[in-house]
């Protein structure tokens, strides 16, 4: 009897001090009758990051226990602020709980202040069909509701119900599981985009019977590193489906050192960092450069401007600054998270693509489109560019955000008939002659990368990873002028 007193004791300690970390508890309603809620929990010593858990329950249900509410004392013993949404079953309406989820996320977005949370910290955690919800969360919504991490337990990612879990399938799309074009617009594998999607951890396990890992939770791994974007997987020996936060998973204390291991490992930007928006075309994207989002020129420039400032890229293959380009940069969901981003500085590198003959046709053009980009960046601009030399240039440099305009650096060959005279005689007056205009700088790269044809791919058009550091060191460079 005594033994059994000591042990009761010990295990009401620890519950007491689990709970110790945890400074509130509160309830919000995410729609008016209550029919979707978030459950915070806040830790006594925040970090600033925060996870929104997202329940799994074949979208027929909500398992939130040990797929929800037990995950809060680890949580908040780390200092993360912890919400976990019960929402709305879709009955075939999937608007339904991905409106509840973004609901919840941008609520605790507004509200970062106020919980001594990072606004940019804040990832998802999903389990099965809420692994599945989390995914759609990462890779369809709009920058101001997406995640800047996901995690994923034994997600559910295809909506082929062949390969996937049936009901998941049949509960999330309903009429729609019908519509091939929307299983695979939903089938958040084909949705990943580079440099776009979130950072993402998957569990599993190898023996899940419910949701097969090769078709799902794999699917979205390949998907994610052929992308080349940051992505974790681990999958254990045994422990099926729906292990979640259970103390009976064989592998639970080893998934929790793994797990926060990973979250260690991907620290949030300072809340004060400078934010850098890299836009352009496969040069920024990092096209022919293993590992683009690690070893690209965004990615280097990172590494040399350091923590006091936040780079992003938003570089997309084969894109013209031409509206009426085979591939318009401002018609792209980049161009877009860009603007989103609210950037303090911007990089700007595109006509390359521009000097093909098919878009060039079209070159009349290329100043109004060069205008029209940077008045939507800065709207301010559009009154400056009346302005002559250093006023304009004085008046440019007080606005937010602050724009470099990168001359294309030489097509070395002329590789999908990229022609370099139109580059230099074409492009680059246009480009200095609005610069002017609206007191912006001139990155020349034509002239600092002329010698370094060396550090091309074999193509002649795009550097290697050596161009990519020559790239990222010029325009470190100006920016720090």
């Not at 958040?188 to 993402?200: G, M, S």
């Not at 965004?298 to 031409?322: C, D, H, I």
């Not at 980009?373 to 709207?379: S, W």
């Not at 246009?430 to 034509?446: F, N, P, R, S």
Request: net charge positive.
């Amino acid at each position: 009897m005594k033994r059994i007193l000591f042990i009761t004791f010990l295990l009401t300690a620890c519950v007491m001090n689990a709970l110790a970390q945890t400074s509130r508890i509160f309830t919000l309603n995410l729609t008016d009758d209550g029919g979707a809620q978030m459950v915070a929990f806040l830790p006594e010593r925040p970090t600033g990051r925060a996870i929104v858990g997202i329940p799994g329950g074949g979208y027929s249900m909500l398992s939130n226990k040990h797929e929800g509410y037990d995950w809060a004392p680890w949580l908040n013993e780390r200092g993360i602020a912890y919400f976990v949404v019960n929402y709305r079953l879709p009955k075939g309406d999937r608007t339904i709980p991905v409106g509840d989820v973004e609901k919840g996320f941008r609520t605790v977005r507004d509200s970062a202040q106020v919980w001594g949370i990072n606004p940019r910290d804040v990832g998802i955690m999903g389990f099965s069909a809420g692994g599945h919800l989390a995914s759609v969360i990462s890779t369809h919504s709009a920058f101001e509701v997406r995640p800047d991490f996901s995690i994923l337990f034994y997600p559910v990612i295809s909506m082929d119900e062949r390969v996937s879990h049936v009901w998941s399938c049949r509960n999330f799309l309903g009429e729609d599981q019908k519509n091939p074009k929307m299983v695979r617009d939903f089938s958040t594998q084909h949705a990943v985009r580079r440099h776009l999607t979130p950072p993402a951890i998957i569990f599993s396990a190898s023996d899940d019977r419910v949701v097969p890992l090769v078709t799902n939770g794999l699917e979205y791994y390949r998907a994610m590193r052929n992308a080349g974007n940051d992505c974790s997987l681990y999958v254990y020996p045994t422990g099926g489906h729906g292990f979640g936060c259970g103390p009976w998973f064989k592998y639970h204390d080893q998934m929790l050192l793994e797990f926060g291991n990973w979250l260690d490992a991907h620290p949030a930007p300072q809340k004060d960092a400078i934010r850098v928006a890299c836009i352009g075309n496969s040069i920024t994207d990092g096209h022919g450069i293993e590992m683009a989002p690690v070893n690209g020129y965004p990615a280097q420039l990172q590494r040399l401007l350091g923590e006091g400032y936040w780079v992003k890229n938003f570089g997309v293959s084969s894109r013209t600054m031409l509206n009426k380009g085979d591939y318009p940069y401002m018609n792209e969901t980049a161009w877009r998270d860009a603007l989103a981003f609210k950037p303090d500085i911007v990089v700007i590198k595109l006509g390359t693509n521009d000097s093909k003959p098919q878009n060039w046709q079209h070159g009349a053009e290329f100043e109004s489109d060069l205008r029209q980009m940077i008045t939507t960046l800065c709207p301010d601009l559009a009154q400056k560019k009346v302005k002559k030399g250093k006023k304009a240039k004085k008046a440019a440099q007080s606005q937010k955000p602050q724009i470099f305009i990168c001359t294309p650096i030489p097509a070395f060959k002329s590789t999908w008939e990229i022609n370099d005279s139109v580059i230099q005689n074409g492009i680059i007056p246009i480009q200095q002659k609005v610069a002017k205009e609206c007191g912006l700088q001139v990155i020349d790269l034509h002239t600092l990368f002329a010698n370094d044809g060396d550090k091309m791919l074999p193509d002649g058009i795009h550097p290697n990873e050596k161009g990519a550091a020559r790239i990222a060191q010029i325009v470190a460079e100006a920016l720090k002028h």
